[in-house]
């Protein structure tokens, strides 16, 4: 890995983890979770806004973890993130429908943020310490 690249990837990482909670989510996700009060509208606002800081997140690192692969490598992270998009976008389909009900929403958004909090983690652990 280039010099300027694992500095850059440390940067990232040290930024993000210092607005993420102790479980991975931002803070002002649990804030926003807490204030909703179990209403389910305002719940799915909360798991929205948290679906694109995770998604950001996992933007940047897939962007750092492709900077500092050759690029054999990085034609295998491409292939391996689209076809991950895919699974991941047809998995949680499933949840929105899964009974029919108001609940639907919050399964399938609760899907969608906690495999892309995970890919991020995943990607980010790909540049090392």
Do not use: F
């Amino acid at each position: 890995m280039k010099k300027t690249t694992l500095c850059a990837a440390l940067l990232w990482c040290a930024t993000t983890q210092a607005v993420l909670a102790k479980d991975g989510y931002s803070a002002a996700y649990s804030q926003c979770m807490d204030a909703a009060g179990g209403v389910t509208s305002s719940m799915n606002e909360c798991n929205g806004a948290e679906i694109k800081r995770q998604d950001a997140r996992l933007n940047q690192g897939y962007k750092a973890a492709m900077a500092g692969l050759e690029p054999a490598q990085q034609g295998k992270l491409r292939d391996a993130q689209r076809a991950w998009i895919k699974y991941r976008d047809t998995n949680c389909a499933m949840y929105y429908t899964l009974t029919g009900g108001t609940i639907d929403v919050l399964n399938g958004a609760a899907c969608t943020l906690s495999m892309t909090k995970a890919r991020a983690d995943e990607l980010a652990a790909l540049l090392g310490p």
